[in-house]
């Protein structure tokens, strides 16, 4: 999980900063993980054989999965909670999915206030753990367009764009990173939605 590319790599809202645009969120041009250690990301991108390996999930890309008011309402009451409901009241959240549903809404309030995004706050890393798991690329419908790599440089030192990265789309045959452009957003979060039944069951099982 690293970087923002912006440009209309997809069509994710990477919301904006005093009135401005941003393809980072740690600052206007780096992301997080990259801007904590830009030169170790770009020893990683610059190795033919890493760089192969390597798949880059941006916030280009996380910030297609928001964490909307009606996903949020499903992780806290879990699925087909609104049909079950009665005149006599709703059972309470687990603790877990109470815990999940704090930590995004929390999450939300500044995303809204910092990045002027409001539709819900992104997933990151739980979408590039996603990326990951095999057979995810099926699975979850990450689309690097029939094998697009891209050659990926980080601007790294103390400048003002420090972690910011830059990327080029490589020959056939010329290797390079993976950076997926689009997600099976539904698939994703009924996977999510999946481990959180699971865990609940596995603490179940504790007590």
């Known amino acids: 999980m690293g970087g923002g590319i912006g440009a209309g790599f997809t069509n994710a809202p990477l919301g904006q ?12 041009w780096a992301e997080f993980n990259i801007y904590c250690d830009p030169e170790s990301a770009q020893s990683i991108f610059s190795n033919p054989l890493l760089a192969r390996k390597t798949t880059l999930i941006t916030l280009d890309l996380t910030h297609l999965v ?7 309402d499903t992780l806290l009451r879990g699925p087909g909670a609104a049909e079950s409901d009665t005149a006599t009241g709703v059972a309470p959240p687990s603790t877990l999915r109470q815990l999940l549903h704090d930590l995004l809404t ?12 409001t539709a819900g706050p992104p997933l990151h890393d739980p979408l590039a753990v996603a990326a990951i798991i095999p057979p995810s690329a099926s699975d979850f419908g990450f689309d690097d367009r029939g094998g697009e790599r891209f050659i990926v440089k980080v601007v790294v030192g103390n400048g003002e764009d420090a972690g910011r990265i ?10 390079g990173v993976r950076i997926p452009r689009a997600v099976d957003v539904a698939s994703f979060w009924d ?17």
């Not at 900063?17 to 206007?28: A, E, F, M, P, Y």
């Not at 928001?66 to 949020?72: C, D, S, Y």
């Not at 999510?192 to 039944?197: M, Q």
């Open 106 to 117: 929390f999450f939300a309030t500044t995303y809204a206030k910092v990045f002027d995004l």
């Open 17 to 28: 900063v005093n009135g401005g645009g941003r393809l980072g969120n740690r600052t206007i």
């Open 66 to 72: 928001l964490a909307t008011p009606p996903v949020l």
């Open 191 to 207: 996977c999510l939605e999946e481990c959180v039944g699971r865990a609940e069951e596995a603490v179940k099982g504790l007590g």
């Open 166 to 175: 830059m990327v080029r789309r490589t020959e056939d045959g010329e290797g």
